[in-house]
């Protein structure tokens, strides 16, 4: 079965501009999150879904951050204006609905902000 | 909320050697313990878990011990191997409002030399 996936891998790009990171749930899944890990803070969570609804979006560090989930196969992390502070790697998760069930992670976009 | 703190940061260890690595969490509504490992360039990975209703849990050379009353919880890997090498998780889920969410401790890197 495929597990998570994100796109880009990889995004480079320069202060202000907009970046928009993707992630595809694994099938079934009603949950969804997205984290972010950088050295000094570790894995962070930025806001997670449930059936498409956000549930919690406490660790959004600011309104340049937004985060969709159209449907349920389909999320988005949009940063607008991005700054080189915002450079790290972002994960997406997702799991099935029930307290005592693990998170799959993809692979992550690891974001670059010159 | 839940606050999961995870100890050593860095362990290092000769190969065939054991390691141990702790958490200790604060909610006494957790009831589900995942560990994870992440590879360079990876998204963490689950390893084993371990629910609140058993007080141990052993895959291969993998294991984790619970301690409800004392709130802690510990991975232990026998005979290490190089590729045992990564940075690896702990995890505890939420209670109440915060129902599918995991607190992620900061995080370990085990180093095994051949």
């Known amino acids: 079965d495929a597990g998570v996936i994100q796109s880009p891998r990889h995004e480079v790009t320069e202060m202000g501009q907009e970046v928009t990171l993707r992630c595809k749930p694994i099938?079934?899944?009603?949950?969804l999150f997205w984290y972010r890990q950088t050295m000094m803070r570790g894995l962070e969570l930025l806001i997670y879904?449930?059936?498409?609804?956000?549930?919690?979006d406490s660790g959004m560090p600011e309104d340049r951050f937004s985060a969709k989930m159209p449907n349920a196969s389909f999320s988005t992390l949009k940063i607008q204006p991005s700054e080189p502070r915002d450079s790290a790697v972002y994960f997406c998760?997702?799991?099935?609905?029930?307290?005592?069930?693990?998170?799959?992670f993809g692979d992550g976009t690891r974001l670059s902000i010159l | 909320g839940e606050n999961v703190e995870q100890h050593p940061s860095t362990l290092s260890v000769q190969e065939g050697d054991s390691a141990v690595i702790k958490c200790t969490y604060s909610?006494?509504?957790?009831?589900?313990f995942p560990w994870y490992k992440q590879e360079l360039g990876k998204g963490p990975q689950l390893i084993i878990d371990?629910?609140?209703?058993?007080g141990e849990k052993k895959d291969q050379r993998i294991a984790v011990t619970l301690n409800k009353t004392a709130k802690h919880f510990s991975l232990h890997i026998t005979e290490t191997q190089p590729e045992d090498s990564a940075v690896y998780f702990c995890a505890a889920n939420a209670g109440g409002t915060s129902y599918g969410k995991l607190t992620f401790g900061q995080g370990t890197i085990l180093t095994v030399h051949p």
């Open positions: 099938s079934g899944h009603d949950y």
């Open positions: 879904f449930n059936n498409n609804v956000p549930i919690d």
């Open positions: 909610d006494s509504a957790s009831n589900y």
């Open positions: 371990i629910r609140s209703n058993v």
């Open positions: 998760a997702s799991s099935l609905s029930g307290r005592e069930q693990p998170q799959h």
